[in-house]
């Protein structure tokens, strides 16, 4: 990933090979890019002394290719007003944080490994306090700095770890309520009604993944893996406890076995997702140290074009025409 960026600082290099920058003062065409007569290097001998320190104080512009930014922000490359960005942390690591301490071992618990089980309620804490607090406070903050692509899918999946806690916390009563008349709150766990309809809030987070799988076609393939293995837990997740119901309702054997399969299947999807999600929080997190190597994300933004960009492009083959005629 290091030699395709210096690649492209080579090749998006001025007369006097100077990489191009992204110029937030500027708002032209090209993505924000200049043609390099109006970058802004602290290195110029042209400069003055004034000139120099000023705009080291102000950064009114840094180094960052599209492919970056997409590999730090989870989003296509977009235009914001003002310097908030340049102000503040990025706070996408921080957010994939809260996922990845929740998700990581419930997968382990979906898989049984070393005797786990419970439904991942041994973590309601963490999903809580990491899956619930970082992932809204990370969605939140993308919000504030103008990338709505990440402040959906965090603020949604931050409300999804708290809705699942609050489901598994006997405080909010959820499956009490379901629970037989004189037996215990834990008894509602066991039953039909409670089983077949917590699957449906699986059933349409799946759809909701499903959406956010054909958006992430505009960002990197690790997150369309990571998406893609969503759907497939959720659907897994959702079979899995309908099979139980059918188990439950109709004392069935076979069901109970086969939804105990479908819950180790949707474990191992989850993994998929946990291993993807720490590869591109290693990535971003060396992408925001500069460190001398980067891992590869698999860049899509570049790939397929958004609409204003051919918008943009047919514009331009609209004027050349146009010329030409003249």
């Excluded at 998006?12 to 708002?27: I, Q, T, V």
């Excluded at 730090?72 to 990025?90: A, M, W």
């Excluded at 499956?175 to 004189?182: H, I, T, V």
């Amino acid at each position: 990933m290091a030699t395709e960026h210096n690649g492209q600082a080579r090749n998006l290099a001025n007369g006097n090979g100077d990489p191009l920058e992204k110029d937030f003062s500027n708002h032209h065409s090209n993505n924000g890019y200049t043609n390099g007569a109006n970058t802004y290097h602290m290195n110029d001998t042209n400069m003055d002394h004034g000139d120099a320190l000023r705009r080291i104080r102000t950064a009114g512009s840094i180094s960052i290719s599209p492919e970056l930014f997409e590999k730090i922000y989870l989003s296509p490359q977009n235009q914001v007003k003002g310097d908030l960005r340049k102000t503040f942390g990025n706070p996408t690591p921080v957010a994939l944080v809260g996922f990845l301490l929740s998700l990581s071992p419930l997968s382990a618990d979906l898989m049984g490994w070393r005797g786990a089980g419970g439904n991942g309620a041994a973590g309601i804490g963490s999903y809580y306090f990491f899956g619930g607090a970082l992932m809204v406070i990370g969605g939140i903050l993308e919000f504030v700095l103008g990338n709505t692509f990440p402040f959906v899918v965090f603020i949604s999946f931050g409300a999804f770890w708290l809705s699942f806690a609050a489901t598994l916390q006997p405080f909010y009563y959820a499956y009490g309520l379901y629970a037989p008349p004189g037996g215990t709150e834990a008894d509602g766990l066991s039953t039909v009604g409670f089983t077949a309809s917590f699957a449906f809030f699986l059933v349409f987070m799946g759809v909701l993944c499903f959406i956010y799988l054909i958006c992430s076609l505009r960002t990197n393939i690790v997150f369309v893996v990571i998406f893609f293995t969503l759907v497939c837990a959720f659907g897994l997740l959702a079979g899995a406890y309908w099979q139980n119901a059918n188990a439950i309702g109709n004392s069935d054997p076979a069901a109970a076995r086969l939804a105990g399969r479908l819950q180790i299947a949707a474990g191992a999807f989850t993994f998929v997702t946990s291993m993807a999600g720490w590869w591109i929080f290693a990535a971003i997190m060396l992408a925001a140290l500069d460190f001398p190597f980067q891992i590869p994300v698999g860049d899509l933004s570049t790939m397929i074009k958004g609409a204003s960009e051919k918008e943009k492009i047919r514009e331009a083959a609209m004027n050349d025409r146009e010329q030409g005629m003249a």
